[in-house]
């Protein structure tokens, strides 16, 4: 054999195993495109995040403060929503005009939203470049948030009258809020009233 044949034979080789190889990649994309997917009505129980303090978990007892220099009794009795969002969060931005449609149509929960952001400055222009003044905002530093566990933003808690996590949320938009305070999941048997 000579070196021109050896070639040829090399080249029609690789054509044929590359040829081959596409072959199988088509047919496997086309079986992934056949196969039927899930689809999601709204009616099924959303999922329960894993951040978070857990369900059942009573909230972490602490002197707050808002923003505007007065005491925040979470305490007091009374079921409410703690939301916990970030400065330079896209997703939070969306949060915010759902929060503000939520409280609109459930005047009497209360709800407190937590800003995270390095300082109270950041957290006070925070506030004001999204109109958030005319709502109960506390500035949540590091240790704040550690406290509740939450290491994903926007994520809300649905407390009981005994400030107990009944429910939890990646809350985007108003829909998410409804499903949160709508659709209870059972607490496990081990997670109630503990405390943080």
């Known amino acids: ?9 090399i080249q029609y080789g690789l054509i044929f195993s ?14 992934l495109k056949l196969k039927p997917q899930t689809v999601v009505t709204g009616h099924e129980m959303p999922a329960v995040p894993k ?14 403060t808002s923003m ?15 939301l916990f969002t970030m400065n330079h969060c ?14 609109a149509s459930h005047p009497d929960l ?4 937590f800003l995270y952001a390095q300082d109270a400055d950041e957290a006070a222009e925070m506030a004001v470049a999204n109109e958030l003044t ?18 994903r933003f926007p994520l809300a808690f ?13 809350t985007n938009y108003l829909h998410h809020l409804e499903q949160m305070i709508n659709q209870l999941p059972h607490a496990k048997p081990s997670a109630l009233n503990k405390s943080a």
């Open 134 to 151: 005319d709502m109960q905002v506390v500035w949540a530093d590091r240790a704040m948030i550690d406290s509740f566990r939450v290491n």
């Open 1 to 9: 054999m000579n070196l021109i044949t050896t070639v040829l034979v």
């Open 158 to 170: 649905y407390l009981s009258e005994e400030q107990l996590v009944i429910n939890k949320s990646v």
């Open 51 to 64: 951040e978070g303090l857990e369900l059942g978990m009573q909230i972490p007892r602490a002197a707050y």
């Open 18 to 31: 590359l040829a081959f190889f596409v072959f199988k990649l088509y047919r496997q994309v086309r079986e």
């Open 110 to 113: 209360s709800v407190t939203l």
């Open 90 to 103: 896209n997703a939070c931005k969306e949060t915010y005009g759902a929060i503000k449609a939520f409280m």
């Open 68 to 82: 505007a220099g007065d005491t925040v009794n979470l305490y007091d009795g009374k079921p409410k929503i703690l």
